[in-house]
C-alpha cells in the first residue's frame, strides 16, 4: 500500500505562481510514474504532468511552458508541481498520481485526496 499526500494548494491572482507538492510513502514499493491531473467543476480529470524514475517528463498541451512537474534530488519519492502564470479557468482540485511496483515487482496506482486550487481574475 501506497499512501499519497498533496500539498501546496490555495488561493492566488490570476497571473500567479504556485507550488504543489506530492509524497508518496509506503514499504516495499518502487515508484515508476508520479503524475498530476486536475478536475475543473464541471469537467472530467485532466491529465496535467507526469515525471518517470529517470525523469521523463510529459506535459500536456494546456499547461506547457507554464507548469513543471520534479522530483525531489534527495528524496525521489516527493514530487513538485510549479504552478505559473495561472488562469481563472484553472481553478479546480489537483490530484497526484503515483505508478508504483510493489515487492512482487507488479505496477498499481494510487491516488490522493487532491488539493484545491483557487485562482481569482
Known amino acids: 500500500q501506497v499512501d499519497v499526500v498533496e500539498s501546496g494548494g490555495g488561493l492566488v491572482q490570476a497571473g500567479e505562481s504556485l507550488r504543489l507538492s506530492c509524497a508518496a510513502s509506503?514499504?516495499?514499493?518502487?515508484?515508476?510514474?508520479m503524475g498530476w491531473y486536475r478536475q475543473v467543476p464541471g469537467n472530467q480529470r485532466e491529465f496535467v504532468a507526469s515525471i518517470t524514475g529517470d525523469s521523463h517528463v510529459v506535459s500536456g498541451d494546456r499547461v506547457k511552458g507554464r507548469f513543471t512537474i520534479s522530483r525531489d534530488n534527495a528524496n525521489k519519492n516527493t514530487g513538485y508541481l510549479q504552478l505559473n502564470i495561472l488562469k481563472p479557468e484553472e481553478t479546480g482540485v489537483y490530484y497526484c498520481n503515483i505508478v508504483a511496483k510493489d515487492d512482487q515487482g507488479v505496477p498499481r496506482s494510487y491516488w490522493g485526496v487532491g488539493t484545491q486550487v483557487i485562482v481569482s481574475s
Open positions: 509506503g514499504s516495499g514499493f518502487s515508484l515508476v510514474t
